[in-house]
């Protein structure tokens, strides 16, 4: 009903990011140095979720906050993109389709956090998810220049809502609250996951290559 | 015929000879060994507190014709502790294992059944054949933020028993030890230990999984550990190490970003280079005795610090231009 409305309005809004400037300093930069630096970005975040999460799940109460606390993943918490792959398919990944996937899964995972940022009652709560939110949105340009200095064409943003216009909202508090729950273990899952993808580009993508890459662009 | 019995530490047993009358008369032996009238109760044998020494071949004879009428095989134990149950990644991220034990023996055979859920599928772990006790499972699917449970029950004769773990993926990665710790002095550096090691063979993708490495040591003579982490390369050079003394060191392994260290690796001992005469084997030796005798106008030679081979690090450099200098000075001075 309503809320699905404001939902939809506050995503539509809180996306719509600024089409990716053209990094001026890729030349300087090799491509080797981003990744380190997006790896980097990661870890620090993962450090930090871990602070909010347990803020966070504490706010939410038992038995959010329970450490054995497994709920069913409903329907609903699929819109969350997940971290979760086949083990011969993340390892079969070209460079492309590993940066896009977390490129697009940060992206959302930010939407989510940011609509959960308006909804949450204690300051401390909110400056901590502020905090975090742009520290993540850092970490989304930073892909997004790793993207552009190999050549990559960055994913469409994500700017439509992240779910069907027709799905409900959370009818009511304790289903919200297990979407949060959701939303937290999928992005510490992704910032997990993240660490070992930009492991692989690390020892892939040497500092030489985007030299040439830009050579050939006529940079 | 021949049957099994199992009954627990302190209960009261009573044997019934077979088919035999409560008041026909038997002998009953205990492994051969007859047992006395003051434990019968007409022709039922009566075991009052058993302990595990009673467990036996228990044997019922008619009295007069010495026939067999009965023979039971009693085995005494108890029914199993809650066991303890351990689940680890040491080959992420191929799989994990788990290990179990019971706390306390039952002296009677146990059966173990193991299942693992994830989510809502039921997965298989495979048994071991060595070690026994133990099982490991293929992972399908990796970066999962459903946790895995692994319940271990355990069955005997008396009584069964049950635990269980909840774990993420993450969470139970912990890598074998490094191998093949290594620990060499460095020539001409009486501080100096060069300490090499390499990835535990269990750790299947060191490429796409690095491991990080935390280096421990100390002169056996102190109790302080000193510390090192790495976060790359299989080796390391110690340069502060007391002169002279004996040194063991250890190496311990982890997964970059997640689980937990490794076991320490086996200790390796080391004892930094020294200048003791015992310890050099070069031909430095021998010209560095035979100057000792000569005149001490003589400028003493070169060859033992500017050596090819010995010369390691700036310091030995600074040394040999010093020694240069010094057979300029002599040399201007005799002319």
């Given at each position: 009903g309503d809320s699905w409305g404001i939902f939809t309005f506050l995503c539509a809004a809180l996306c719509n990011l600024p089409a990716l400037p053209a990094l001026n300093c890729s030349e300087e930069l090799g491509a080797g140095q981003s990744i380190q630096q997006t790896y980097d970005l990661t870890r620090y975040l993962e450090h930090q979720l871990r602070t909010l999460a347990g803020t966070y799940l504490n706010y939410l109460g038992p038995p959010f906050n329970e450490p054995d606390f497994t709920p069913p993943r409903l329907a609903r918490a699929e819109r969350v993109p997940s971290a979760t792959v086949d083990l011969d398919l993340w390892r079969g990944l070209t460079d492309n389709a590993r940066l896009a996937a977390n490129y697009r899964a940060y992206s959302r995972l930010?939407?989510?956090?940011?609509?959960?940022?308006?909804?949450?009652?204690?300051a401390e709560l909110r400056h901590r998810l502020a905090h975090?939110?742009?520290?993540?949105?850092?970490?989304?340009?930073?892909?997004?220049?790793?993207?552009?200095?190999?050549?990559?064409?960055?994913?469409?943003?994500?700017?439509?809502?992240?779910?069907?216009?027709?799905?409900?909202?959370?009818?009511?508090?304790?289903?919200?609250?297990?979407?949060?729950?959701?939303?937290?273990k999928e992005l510490q899952t992704w910032l997990w996951r993240s660490a070992k993808d930009f492991n692989r580009l690390k020892k892939k993508v040497p500092p030489a290559v985007v030299t040439l890459r830009l050579e050939a662009r006529g940079f | 015929?021949?049957?099994?019995?199992?009954?627990?530490?302190?209960?009261?047993?009573?044997?019934k000879c077979g088919s035999m009358d409560w008041d026909a008369a038997v002998t009953w032996t205990a492994n051969g060994t007859d047992i006395d009238e003051s434990h019968l109760n007409g022709s039922y044998l009566i075991l009052k507190n058993v302990?595990?020494?009673?467990?036996?071949?228990?044997?019922?004879y008619e009295g007069s014709s010495w026939h067999l009428k009965y023979q039971t095989y009693l085995k005494v134990g108890t029914p199993p502790k809650e066991p303890v149950l351990m689940c680890r990644s040491n080959n992420y991220p191929k799989g994990f294992y788990c290990s179990w034990h019971l706390p306390t023996p039952t002296y009677i055979p146990n059966t173990f059944n193991i299942s693992v859920i994830h989510g809502t599928k039921d997965m298989v772990c495979e048994k071991d054949a060595v070690p026994k006790n133990r099982c490991h499972i293929r992972y399908l699917q990796l970066f999962s933020t459903v946790k895995y449970k692994v319940t271990l029950t355990v069955t005997n004769a008396l009584g069964?028993?049950?635990?269980?773990?909840?774990?993420?993926?993450?969470?139970?990665?912990?890598?074998?030890?490094?191998?093949?710790?290594?620990?060499?002095?460095?020539?001409n550096n009486p501080r100096r230990l060069e300490v090499s090691w390499q990835n535990p063979s269990s750790w299947p993708d060191p490429e796409s999984f690095p491991l990080k490495f935390f280096l421990r040591y100390r002169p056996l003579i102190l109790d302080q550990w000193q510390h090192v982490e790495l976060s790359d390369g299989t080796s390391h050079t110690i340069t502060d190490a007391y002169a002279g003394k004996e040194?063991?060191?250890?190496?311990?392994?982890?997964?970059?970003?997640?689980?937990?260290?490794s076991d320490w690796s086996v200790a390796v001992h080391a004892t930094p280079w020294t200048e003791e005469p015992k310890h050099l084997t070069t031909e430095a030796q021998i010209t560095e005795t035979t100057s000792t005798s000569t005149s001490s106008f003589m400028a003493p030679p070169t060859t033992k610090i500017c050596d090819k081979g010995a010369v390691v690090g700036s310091g030995?450099?600074?040394?040999?231009?010093?020694?240069?200098l010094v057979v300029a000075a002599y040399s201007v001075l005799f002319i």
């Open positions: 930010l939407c989510y956090l940011r609509v959960l940022d308006g909804q949450v009652g204690t975090f939110c742009a520290s993540l949105q850092g970490l989304v340009l930073s892909i997004g220049g790793v993207m552009s200095s190999l050549g990559y064409p960055l994913p469409a943003g994500p700017a439509a809502p992240p779910a069907p216009p027709g799905a409900p909202a959370a009818p009511n508090d304790f289903l919200k609250k297990m979407d949060d729950f959701w939303l937290l | 015929d021949s049957h099994i019995q199992y009954e627990r530490v302190g209960a009261d047993v009573t044997m302990d595990l020494s009673q467990s036996g071949q228990y044997s019922c069964k028993n049950y635990t269980a773990v909840t774990f993420d993926e993450f969470a139970i990665v912990k890598p074998d030890p490094p191998e093949s710790v290594v620990a060499k002095p460095v020539p040194y063991i060191i250890q190496v311990a392994a982890k997964d970059n970003d997640i689980g937990t260290w030995a450099v600074a040394v040999c231009w010093t020694a240069g």
